[in-house]
Nanobody
Framework: VQLQAFGGGLVQAGGSLRLSCVASGRTFSGYAVGWFRQPPGKEREFVAA????????IYADSLKGRFTISRDMTKNTVYLQMNSLKPEDTAVYYCAAGSRIIYSSLGIPSAYDHWGQGTQVTVSS
């Protein structure tokens, strides 16, 4: 499955953005989808994930309440709604998909088989 992430941009602190991750080649059916981000000069970190059944989501503790992951199977798209953005949310955001990922591994980048190209999110103060 090929992934394309888009929707990033420049936003002021306190603003919102919605990122989209679109699959091509096949559907997201059977795949868990995760969002990760890589701030400038830092390691890639987990943001959120949604399991293949679409009913279970998991978030980085520091982002709970501000970020929401969801999926629309009719559009073969997974979304990341980001609210109350802060300058420290500035990063390249990546979506990833993987099959047969157990719950405890959803936050681990190496558990995912397929990655999108990333989309830049910049939050100004």
């Amino acid at each position: 499955v090929q992934l394309q992430a888009f929707g990033g941009g420049l936003v002021q602190a306190g603003g919102s953005l919605r990122l989209s991750c679109v699959a091509s080649g096949r559907t997201f059916s059977g795949y868990a989808v995760g969002w990760f981000r890589q701030p400038p000069g830092k390691e890639r970190e987990f943001v959120a994930a949604i399991r293949s059944n679409g009913g279970t989501t998991i978030y980085a503790d520091s982002l709970k309440g501000r970020f929401t992951i969801s999926r629309d199977m009719t559009k073969n798209t997974v979304y990341l709604q980001m609210n109350s953005l802060k300058p420290e949310d500035t990063a390249v955001y990546y979506c990833a998909a993987g099959s047969r990922i157990i719950y405890s591994s959803l936050g681990i980048p190496s558990a995912y088989d397929h990655w999108g190209q990333g989309t830049q999110v910049t939050v100004s103060s």
